[in-house]
């Protein structure tokens, strides 16, 4: 059963850091983009980022996060990372990670490009 559980969340003060770490099960996170996305209340999900199948490329989707966002895999491991540095007030969302069933990352986001998800991580930055 194919199966993605993100953790890492919590509450952080702004510019402080975290890493949310996405761990697949059930299928081979070799042959898989991967991305993050995440929801504000009362927002919709956005695309954050994105890592191709082997790692060898990233894309980011959000401006505001370019530079403070850094995203990682593992195969052996079969695990994603976000690290995500100097957070500011408006990243705080529930963070989700997806799996696309392409090696590559669409050049443009949607939802629908990626067909596995994790059930999210809460993310708060609040001094």
């Known amino acids: 059963q194919l199966q993605l559980v993100e953790s890492g969340g919590g509450l952080v003060q702004p510019g402080g850091s975290l890493r949310l770490v996405c761990a697949a099960s059930?299928?081979?996170?070799?042959?898989?983009?991967m991305g993050w996305f995440r929801q504000a209340p009362g927002k919709e999900r956005e695309g954050v980022i994105c890592?191709?199948?082997?790692?060898?490329?990233?894309?980011t989707y959000v401006d505001s996060v370019k530079g403070r966002f850094t995203i990682s895999r593992d195969n052996a491991k079969k695990v994603v990372y976000l690290q995500m540095d100097n957070l500011k007030p408006e990243d705080t969302a529930v963070y989700y990670c997806?799996?696309?069933?392409?090696?590559?990352?669409?050049?443009?986001?949607?939802?629908?490009?990626?067909?596995?998800w994790g059930q999210g991580t809460q993310v708060t930055v609040s001094s």
């Open positions: 997806a799996a696309r069933g392409f090696e590559g990352c669409p050049s443009t986001v949607q939802q629908s490009y990626f067909g596995a």
């Open positions: 059930g299928f081979t996170l070799d042959y898989f983009a």
């Open positions: 890592i191709s199948s082997s790692g060898s490329s990233t894309t």
